[in-house]
Nanobody, 125 residues
Framework: EVQLVESGGGLVQPGNSLRLSCAASGFNFGTSEMTWVRQAPGKGPAWVSAVDSGGDNTYNADSVKGRFDISRDNIKNTLYLQMNNLKPEDTGTYYC??????????????????RGQGTRVTVSS
C-alpha cells in the first residue's frame, strides 16, 4: 500500500522559508516520479514542483519558479520541498504525490496519482 506522510507545514510570515518533507513507503520510491501539489483555499489542486525518479530533472510551476526547490533522497525514501520568499498566495495544503511527468510542445504536464494527507502552510503577517 502506497503511504505518503507529509510534514513541515505551519504559519510563516511573508518572505520567510519553510521546508516540507514527505516520507514514502509501500512502493518503489526510487523509480517513481514525484510531485508536490498545492490546494489553496477555495481552489482546485495544482502541481507546484515535480522531480524525475533520479532527482536529476526538476520542474516548477511559473508561480513558484525561483522560490521553490524540490529534491529527493532515494536512500531515505523522502521527498522535500524547500520554499523560500513565501507569499500569502502560497497559502494552502501541500500534498506529496506520485506522478507522471510529460513534456508536450515545450510544456510540462504533471499528472498525480497517489497522494498523502497533506500539510497546511499559512503565509500571513
Amino acid at each position: 500500500e502506497v503511504q505518503l506522510v507529509e510534514s513541515g507545514g505551519g504559519l510563516v510570515q511573508p518572505g520567510n522559508s519553510l521546508r516540507l518533507s514527505c516520507a514514502a513507503s509501500g512502493f518503489n520510491f526510487g523509480t517513481s516520479e514525484m510531485t508536490w501539489v498545492r490546494q489553496a483555499p477555495g481552489k482546485g489542486p495544482a502541481w507546484v514542483s515535480a522531480v524525475d525518479s533520479g532527482g536529476d530533472n526538476t520542474y516548477n510551476a511559473d508561480s513558484v519558479k525561483g522560490r521553490f526547490d524540490i529534491s529527493r533522497d532515494n536512500i531515505k525514501n523522502t521527498l522535500y520541498l524547500q520554499m523560500n520568499n513565501l507569499k500569502p498566495e502560497d497559502t494552502g495544503t501541500y500534498y506529496c504525490a506520485t506522478a507522471k511527468i510529460a513534456k508536450v510542445a515545450g510544456k510540462v504536464l504533471v499528472r498525480w496519482e497517489h497522494r498523502g494527507q497533506g500539510t497546511r502552510v499559512t503565509v500571513s503577517s
